[in-house]
């Protein structure tokens, strides 16, 4: 990480259309999206940013169940399996901080976090995002400024104690800072329009971490500090992207040019055009982050198989019904999607189809595991005629024509998966 923000800061674009250096950086515990992200860096001998957010995995389990040490085997045996050399994966922990406890005191909160963050790094999780933005239980909305940079202060020593203390340790951890923070997972409410953050916002934070860590004995780490988190002007919610305008975040551009050694690292920019993507990397947003736009296209294409199956084989298939067992869980099991979904009238909609993608929490689920593993081996067993590929998935359809693809579900199934990654790829030079 250290080495692509040096060439990022030394290396301009050549022209308005071509690639920074830069990477993607992939939030996500599916394994299918996982290994899209192996597979497709691998082939282009890039290296491939995983990261986990506190709400996914943490030291009481997260949502997935895992870990720090269990998602990092979990994301080495996805590798093995795809033939990837572990050398060029790259963990990351994404909203480090109080966000999983944000209902306790702020006191219990941060001992969590600050345990968390020990863990990730014991674990080898070497880019760390100390995200202390959030207000807890008894804290002031929003949390003050200085604040933020105290806490981040003990989570950032936390993890440099977790790492001398760990055999075998490797480089140390790099950071990444912000206080200007998206909600993880995309906005809640309908939006219009975003203020970008200033540069004189992005210069003040940088100097209140930069007091902080240094009235803490952190200079050294101080100095790992990789990217700022600010807002481009980018997000999404429910049915509406908020696009990219450069123009917009033209001063903020000029202020990171300052800055050595440090980027900016863009939340949210799932479902950004690629072209937006490219403009963000020359920009200096050289860390691109997605995660929910990568299990839309999952969901997506899981969807589009479903439907094959209904008019191939009909509902005397047998098994359950893939996209009624989801929604039938959602609705039995709201309590991943209730705080967001506001609108009745629109629910239906809104479980199956938002950008925010909340389903991304119910793929575990074994009802849901069950239905989605029983379309597969059905379609595997009865692949279906190309016209029906070019009705419901017509991107896979061109590509098997082409002899690019198989017709089999779990290929069509990871290809319509990497569709959502090759623009972040394209968009930053290796």
């Not at 040096?6 to 308005?16: E, G, T």
């Not at 389990?61 to 085997?73: A, C, E, H, I, L």
Request: proline share 8%; glycine share 8%; charged share 20%.
């Amino acid at each position: 990480m250290l080495d692509i923000v040096r060439r990022h800061k030394q290396a301009a674009p050549l022209n308005d259309h071509s690639p920074a250096v830069g990477i993607p950086s992939v939030c996500s515990a599916h394994p299918v999206v996982i290994a899209a992200t192996l597979r497709e860096c691998a082939a282009l001998g890039r290296p491939a940013l995983i990261e986990a957010t506190s709400n996914q995995v943490n030291q009481d389990g997260g949502y997935t169940g895992m870990t720090p040490v269990d998602f990092r085997r979990f994301v080495l045996a996805l590798a093995a399996a795809e033939g990837v050399d572990p050398g060029l994966l790259i963990l990351g922990g994404d909203h480090l901080g109080p966000n999983a406890w944000r209902k306790l005191p702020a006191a219990q909160a941060m001992a969590k976090a600050e345990v968390m963050v020990a863990r990730y790094v014991a674990a080898g999780f070497r880019k760390i995002h100390l995200d202390c933005s959030m207000s807890c239980a008894d804290d002031p909305v929003p949390l003050p400024e200085p604040e933020i940079a105290a806490r981040a202060v003990r989570l950032c020593l936390a993890a440099e104690h977790a790492w001398r203390d760990t055999p075998d340790r490797g480089e140390p951890p790099v950071y990444v800072i912000g206080t200007e923070v998206p909600v993880p997972g995309g906005a809640h409410e309908d939006l219009d329009d975003l203020a970008v953050t200033s540069p004189q916002a992005a210069g003040a934070t940088l100097a209140l971490h930069r007091e902080a860590f240094a009235g803490a004995g952190l200079d050294a780490a101080f100095e790992r500090v990789i990217a700022m988190v600010v807002q481009p002007g980018v997000e999404f919610d429910h049915h509406k992207v908020i696009d990219y305008r450069p123009e917009k975040a033209r001063a903020l551009s000029a202020f990171i040019e300052t800055q050595p050694g440090l980027v900016f690292e863009a939340h949210s920019t799932d479902y950004q055009t690629p072209q937006r993507l490219a403009q963000l990397a020359r920009d200096h947003f050289a860390i691109l982050k997605v995660g929910p736009g990568a299990t839309f296209a999952l969901r997506e294409t899981l969807w589009g198989l479903a439907a094959i199956e209904r008019e191939w084989l009909g509902r005397q298939a047998g098994g359950d019904d893939l996209i009624e067992t989801v929604l039938g869980v959602m609705r039995a099991e709201p309590g991943h999607w209730q705080p967001y979904y506001q609108d009745p009238a629109r629910l239906t909609v809104d479980l199956a189809y938002s950008l925010s993608d909340r389903i991304r929490y119910y793929w575990t689920h074994p009802a849901v595991q069950r239905a989605c593993a029983g379309l597969l081996d059905r379609l595997e067993h009865s692949p279906p005629p190309l016209t029906l590929l070019s009705q419901f998935l017509p991107r896979q359809y061109d590509a098997v024509r082409d002899g690019r693809l198989r017709n089999r579900p779990a290929e069509l199934l990871r290809y319509g998966t990497a569709q959502s990654l090759r623009p972040y790829l394209h968009a930053c030079a290796a």
